[in-house]
């Protein structure tokens, strides 16, 4: 079990790699049963998104996201993401993810922070 719990919180992102399609725009709410990661997002070109995955003891995330943009295009991909803990208790996460569909599987790096 781990001793991170993101349940209810709230991410906003910090920075992206060229490639990604959220930007400061785009609201997470995460949800957390046991090791079972879900979340929504939307916003910043984003009209519609979810995630999939699960929490490693020590706080990394792996999950699977897909999303439909404003424009109709359908994209996804997966994700791993390794959690710090601020000064303030909010989390912030490091991310390393790929596409996997509507995209030419790109790589990249971005940051995302609690509000």
Not at 4 to 33: I, M
Not at 79 to 104: A, F, H, M, V
Request: a negative charge.
């Amino acid at each position: 079990m781990s001793a991170w719990n993101f349940e209810g919180r709230q991410f906003l992102p910090l920075r992206n790699s060229e490639g990604g399609q959220v930007n400061g725009d785009t609201r997470f709410l995460y949800h957390q049963s046991g090791d079972l990661l879900t979340a929504t997002y939307s916003g910043g070109g984003i009209r519609a998104g979810s995630m999939l995955g699960t929490v490693a003891a020590d706080g990394q995330l792996h999950f699977c996201y897909h999303h439909l943009t404003d424009g109709g295009e359908l994209r996804s991909g997966v994700c791993r993401s390794r959690p710090e803990l601020l000064p303030d208790g909010r989390i912030r996460l490091y991310e390393s993810w790929q596409w996997t569909l509507g995209g030419d599987l790109a790589t990249g790096e971005s940051i995302v922070e609690e509000k």
